[in-house]
């Protein structure tokens, strides 16, 4: 699957801002976990083989992104011809009302808050069709 333009650029302005160091008595302060990690790119890891996320009416909403406190940056694409979705962190659960929307053909990047986990739920009568792009 190929991520389009847009979202890998965003993917990648996120990273660099990550990796910025701070310097601080003489020393070199690195804001990302670890910086091999940060330059490894994953996909859909939450997709059945790598595929992309079905997000539905489950009560609760479908995890798109599992936690993870090492993970520098991701992106949720909401795919083009799928519906609207609701997205929440963490133990909120996204309602059709509750979260943040990301409606179809459009991104959500994130830095560090990214490292919590992620559930969505579709807004109206059809299903999202989600794809995450994560620096682990």
């Known amino acids: 699957m190929q991520l389009p333009t847009r979202c890998i650029y965003g993917l990648s302005v996120i990273v660099a801002l990550l990796v910025t160091s701070v310097a601080t008595s003489a020393e070199r302060v690195i804001l990302s ?3 091999a990690a940060c330059k490894t790119i994953r996909a859909n890891v939450s997709g059945t083989g790598g595929a992309v996320i079905t997000v539905d009416a489950t009560a609760g909403g479908t995890v798109v992104l599992a936690a993870s406190p090492s993970r520098c940056a991701s992106v ?3 795919e083009q011809g799928g ?3 609701r997205c929440a962190f963490g133990a909120t659960a996204p309602t059709t009302t509750v979260g943040f929307l990301i409606a179809a ?3 959500f990047p ?3 808050e990214g490292q919590v986990q992620v559930r969505c739920i579709r807004t109206g009568a059809t299903n999202g069709t989600i794809s995450v792009a ?3």
């Open 33 to 35: 976990p670890t910086d």
């Open 76 to 78: 949720i694409q909401n």
């Open 83 to 85: 519906g609207d979705v």
């Open 105 to 107: 053909g459009q991104n």
């Open 110 to 112: 994130m830095g560090l």
């Open 134 to 136: 994560e620096a682990p």
